[in-house]
């Protein structure tokens, strides 16, 4: 079964860079959550999108923006890249119509800021 | 605001012996949905078993069942035939229940470090 697609998987930034990360969910998904997991941490819920609109945003710095494109892909877009980013970037997806308690996660995109 | 509390930061059970993951939280909602993640040194997020509030019947996963005090607003796991793959960390959520919208964003506690020794 397709599953959440999540690229890069590993991103090595600098300091003040920036970095794109892109999320696919599975198909016919068309919500899409993002979580930060900091080292040693729970996942943070960032931001969430649904049928292309933000539809939640949770503890996301101003320096980070997403969006979700008309085939529903995700990127979250994040600029000056501080040490503190370093962290395991997850994209889930929920099925349009399905349990509203649904959420399958990708892989996750490891971002380390040197 | 909802919050999960997890108050042990780690546990060790022996392989075939049974262990219990405690976890409580804070709503003041009635629907709402409870959840416990695995994630192995992989980092994969894997659902374990869910729970719905409004059921009073306690969710059961083959090896994993769940404790559901809704009083009490406590969630508790347990493993039953601990195996080597159980080794990981768990994680309780929570998920408050947005009809009509997507807003259905997990929280987190911050997790239970399991090791199942040999």
Excluded at chain 1, 57 to 74: L, M, T
Excluded at chain 1, 78 to 104: K, T
Excluded at chain 2, 37 to 51: A, E, H
Excluded at chain 2, 83 to 104: E, S
């Amino acid at each position: 079964a397709a599953g959440v697609i999540q690229s890069p998987r590993h991103l090595i930034k600098e300091k003040r860079e920036t970095a794109t990360l892109k999320c696919y969910p599975i198909p016919r998904h068309d919500t899409v959550y993002w979580y930060q997991q900091g080292p040693g941490q729970d996942p943070q819920f960032l931001i969430s999108f649904y049928e292309k609109m933000q539809s939640d945003k949770g503890s996301i710095p101003d320096r980070f923006s997403a969006q979700q494109f008309s085939d529903y892909h995700s990127e979250l877009n994040m600029s000056s890249l501080e040490l503190g980013d370093s962290a395991l970037y997850f994209c889930a997806s929920r099925r349009a119509g399905g349990p509203l308690d649904e959420q399958f996660f990708g892989p996750g995109t490891r971002l380390t800021v040197l | 605001a909802q919050t999960v509390t997890q108050s042990q930061p780690e546990m060790s059970v022996q392989e075939a012996e049974t262990v219990t993951l405690s976890c409580t939280y804070d709503t003041s909602e009635n629907n709402y949905y409870l959840f416990w993640y695995k994630q192995p040194p992989s980092r994969q997020m894997i659902l374990v078993i869910r729970q719905e509030a409004y059921k009073q019947q306690n969710a059961t996963e083959n090896r994993f069942s769940v404790n559901f005090q809704k009083a009490a607003k406590s969630f508790s796991l347990k493993i039953s035939d601990s195996q080597l793959g159980d080794t990981a960390m768990y994680f309780c959520a929570f998920m408050k229940l947005y009809y009509g919208g997507a807003t259905n964003k997990l929280i987190f506690g911050t997790g239970t470090l399991l090791a199942v020794q040999p």
